[in-house]
């Protein structure tokens, strides 16, 4: 029987009870302190006597798999893509690296995404976690956009904050909304394609999109001349390692401190998808 977890509404109690065991062993470290109603996570468990008593010591193939996944997460940080974003009022020149056609359509991934002023600053981008799980953003009011994904070349010259070094030609995500990608498109049929095209851009004020709303086409380099002018930049993006990468799970955004802390209300506390409350009982 197909069980249905979207939207969190139908987790059965059923399916609760049959992984309850198996999952008990490797989730009570995670366990958000909110949701555990029975002993802390420190307490021994005299029966769960592994290779070690201590809950929060990992050893042999344990530690081994948690050290690969802590190496990616560093990569990940390492490799952390800005979105690109323009001042109201200013203008700069900027070279898609992707957005080829796929037949008249641009062939580009789509997300639904929060973009959050936190501690008095913009660019603070979320991945909306409601096609898989409820959303803690959307349930504290935010609502997402659904933007188209490219990756650019952005020219703008500046000078780097960390080690005071002139800096240019920045690979940036671009977070294309509805009217950004209807111009985008437009373009990317006259011009065969996004990929290689070069664009002034310019925000013309401060209700405008935040990625440029006036885009005057310059040049248009092919994949060879890409490659001699920009390198590895010119790489086409792997994008499910980039989003994967920028997903943060709904868990871990209420222990950010977004939504309502016990689920949404009709959830039964069934927040946080794979991991498994019923240990409670
Ligand atoms: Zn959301």
Redesign the pocket.
């Known amino acids: 029987m197909a069980l249905k977890f979207k939207g969190g509404k139908t987790a059965p109690s059923v399916q609760s009870a049959q992984t309850s065991e198996q999952v008990e062993v490797e989730s009570v470290v995670q366990v958000p302190k909110t949701f555990v109603k029975t002993a802390p996570p420190a307490a021994p468990a005299p029966s769960a006597a592994k290779s070690t008593n201590l809950k929060f010591v990992k050893r042999g193939n344990a530690a081994a798999s948690t050290m690969v996944k802590e190496e990616k997460k560093a990569e990940q940080r390492m490799n952390q893509l800005y979105g690109f974003w323009m001042k109201p009022n200013s203008d700069t020149t900027i070279t898609f690296i992707d957005g080829n056609l796929d037949g008249e359509v641009l062939d580009i991934p789509f997300i639904?995404q929060?973009h959050l002023n936190m501690n008095g600053r913009w660019g603070n981008f979320f991945i909306?976690?409601?096609e898989v799980e409820p959303?803690p953003?959307?349930e504290g009011g935010?609502t997402?956009s659904f933007v188209g994904v490219l990756m650019i070349i952005d020219h703008t010259e500046f000078t780097s904050k960390k080690d005071g070094l002139k800096k240019k030609d920045q690979v940036r995500l671009f977070f294309a909304k509805r009217d950004t990608i209807k111009q985008l498109q437009k373009q990317a049929v006259k011009r065969g394609g996004l990929a290689g095209a070069t664009f002034e851009v310019s925000r013309t004020g401060d209700k405008s999109a935040s990625t440029g709303n006036v885009f005057d086409f310059v040049e248009k380099k092919s994949p060879l001349q890409m490659k001699a002018a920009f390198g590895d930049k010119a790489t086409p993006p792997d994008y499910d390692k980039i989003l994967s990468g920028m997903y943060t799970s709904a868990k871990d955004l209420r222990k950010m401190g977004f939504g309502n802390p016990s689920g949404p209300v009709g959830s039964e506390g069934s927040v946080g998808g794979d991991d498994d409350y019923s240990g409670e009982m």
């Open positions: 639904y929060h909306c976690t409601q959303c953003i959307c935010n997402p």
